[in-house]
Every structure is written in C-alpha cells, then in structure tokens.
C-alpha cells in the first residue's frame, strides 16, 4: 500500500509526537482497508463524531460513531476497494500540546481528522469526510 507522509508546522517540533499521530492515522486508514476492527478500535476515540459531506446541498450524511465505525471495520465494507485505490497520503497540518489536525488524502476519500492526545495516547475524535472521483485520491 502506498503511503506518503508530510509533517508541515513550523510551530511544532516533536518528531515522536507526529509519528504517533502518523501511526493512529495508519490504524485508521489501514484497518478500514484491511477489515481490522482491532486497529480501527485503537485509532478512534470513544466519543467519535464522523461525518460525510458531498456538496450537493446543506444536509450532512449521518454521523458515525466509534462503534459503528468498529462494526463496519470487522464487517469488511472498508475491504470492497482494491490495492489500486488505497494508497493514501497523511499531512500533519497543526499539533498544538493535546489537539492535533490531519489531512488524509486517499484514493477513494478525503479526510480531515481532529485528534485528542489521551493517556492511551492520539484518538481520533473528529472527522469530516467525502468520496474523491476515481483518479483524483
């Protein structure tokens, strides 16, 4: 699976801090893919709000919750797209003591995650979400 990770602040300067965020990311991302609920549950915060957005309109898809992202994680729905499209490329866009901000760029969707520093460590607490057009991930 192909993987691109970029790190761009300037005010913050702790590698191991980013490449925690990096692997919570890959946890998500990965287990969707994979079908592993086990990754997917270390990823998520359990008070997760997710939301998908298409532009047609003012109404936001349903939300998901960390459960329900769990149980469709080990239902498989995230396996259905080939090796070809899940490539994806993780930006760590702000980190600022215990909150952080990510955007995921993959072949099937865009992503912009808000993460919590806990003391399980970074869970992802938000996300804003939509399809890309094939080709454009």
């Known amino acids: 699976m192909g993987v691109e990770q970029s790190v761009s602040n ?6 191991s801090e980013a490449a925690a965020i990096v692997r919570t990311v890959h946890d998500y991302f990965e287990g ?26 003012d109404a936001l898809e349903d939300g998901d919750t960390s459960q329900s992202m769990i149980d469709a994680t080990a239902r498989g729905v995230g396996t259905k ?8 490329e993780i930006e760590v866009v702000d980190v600022y003591r215990t ?15 808000g993460l919590v520093r806990t003391q399980a460590g970074w869970k992802i607490a938000n996300a804003l979400w939509r399809f890309v057009d094939e080709g454009d991930g």
């Open 99 to 113: 909150i952080a901000n990510v955007t995921v760029r993959s072949g099937v969707y865009r992503e912009y995650l």
């Open 10 to 15: 300037t005010h913050f300067e702790e590698s």
């Open 81 to 88: 797209y080939g090796p070809d499209r899940r490539h994806f």
């Open 32 to 57: 969707w893919f994979e079908g592993d609920a086990e990754r997917m549950r270390r990823a998520l915060h359990p008070a997760l709000v997710k939301r998908g957005y298409e532009g047609d309109g």
